[in-house]
Nanobody, 117 residues
């Protein structure tokens, strides 16, 4: 069974840094791209960053230059290093995996990041 578990959220002061982790099981990083979405209550979920099996990365304009996504296939972990955090980064962050077919995708439960001003 495929499972994604996100952790590492918390309370951070503006300008600070934090790293989120996503632990994956039941899937191969050779077959899935994994990334992060975030959602503010009452607003649409938005893509933040992703990394594919070739190591290619994508970043939303709002986080490019501040966030870095990386993966460790041996540990089945994906990380999101977040630097120079801003209050507008406050959201629930979700880990997401996309397989070779559109229907083959999975969501983690989310972890809350709160950035204080």
């Amino acid at each position: 069974e495929v499972q994604l578990q996100a952790c590492g959220g918390g309370l951070v002061q503006a300008g600070g840094s934090l790293r989120l982790s996503c632990a994956a099981s039941g899937l191969s990083f050779d077959d899935y791209a994994i990334g992060w979405f975030r959602q503010v209550r009452g607003k649409a979920r938005e893509a933040v960053a992703c990394i594919d099996k070739e190591g290619s990365t994508y970043y939303a304009d709002s986080v490019r230059g501040r966030f870095t996504i990386s993966s460790d296939s041996a540990k089945k972990q994906v990380y999101l290093q977040m630097n120079n955090l801003k209050p507008e980064d406050t959201a629930v962050y979700y880990c997401y995996a996309q397989g070779p077919w559109a229907s083959r995708h999975y969501w983690g439960q989310g972890t809350l990041l709160t950035v204080s001003s």
